[in-house]
């Protein structure tokens, strides 16, 4: 398998092209540390986005689509979508206006996605939602049923047509800017978990899976 992705013409990075890659594995990353994808389609002239949980399973993005979506209307023969994903990393405060900025990791991944038909693939997609919510729970809780399965609208995007951006570093300000007497540096942010709060209908005997008390760990990378 080829370490990077091969640049086209939708891809290139054209801002900054120096903040681009091409390279699986960054990209890959990205990806799986992401939650939530945002899947941009266009239907009958309007422009759509649509927040939605996603999942990477090998070359694939796999993303939830309602059966009542308007995603769904065209999607027989296949969907053309983008689909982005973002991290956010710190807040760039710098000595003047112009230059604040933001430290992220960004994927934008472009192509046709189609329907899911086959149940072991859909089930393997499941699984894979599951697992990225929380490593563990796809056999810790009760796995979907027939008629549940059935009535799961899944989206397949082959990557194929994809590339990243990042920022990272220090604040970049202009030669003269330096000499002013105004704060300036990084505000790291990360996604971090707070405490667990148990259901009001969950036996009180039960514990927390251990995976939870790692999550934590889990979203600082660590």
Request: charged letters at 25%; hydrophobic letters at 40%; a neutral charge.
């Amino acid at each position: 398998m080829p370490e990077t992705f091969p640049p086209t013409e939708r891809t290139r990075v054209v801002r900054e092209p120096h903040r681009g890659s091409f390279d699986r594995e960054t990209i890959y990353k990205i990806l799986d540390e992401g939650f939530v994808c945002h899947v941009g389609f266009s239907m009958d002239g309007q422009p759509y986005v649509i927040p939605t949980m996603f999942a990477r399973v090998g070359d694939a993005i796999y993303f939830h689509g309602s059966a009542a979506s308007r995603m769904l209307r065209g999607v027989s023969s296949g969907l053309a979508v983008c689909v982005t994903v973002t991290l956010i990393d710190g807040l760039v405060l710098a000595r003047s206006v112009f230059n604040h900025s933001m430290n992220y990791r960004s994927v934008v991944a472009l192509g046709n996605a189609s329907l899911v038909d086959a149940a072991e693939e859909k089930l393997a997609a499941l699984r894979a939602f599951t697992e990225k919510i929380l490593p563990g729970r796809w056999n810790d809780a009760r796995q979907p049923s027939e008629k549940e399965l059935k009535a799961t609208s899944i989206l397949r995007l082959p990557l194929s047509e994809v590339s990243a951006k990042m920022r990272t570093g220090p604040v970049e300000d202009d030669a003269d800017d330096y000499a002013l007497s105004v704060w300036a540096g990084v505000l790291p942010l990360r996604l971090a978990a707070g405490e667990p709060v148990r259901d009001a209908r969950c036996e009180p005997a039960l514990a927390v899976p251990g995976s939870v008390s790692g999550f934590d760990r889990r979203l600082s990378g660590k």
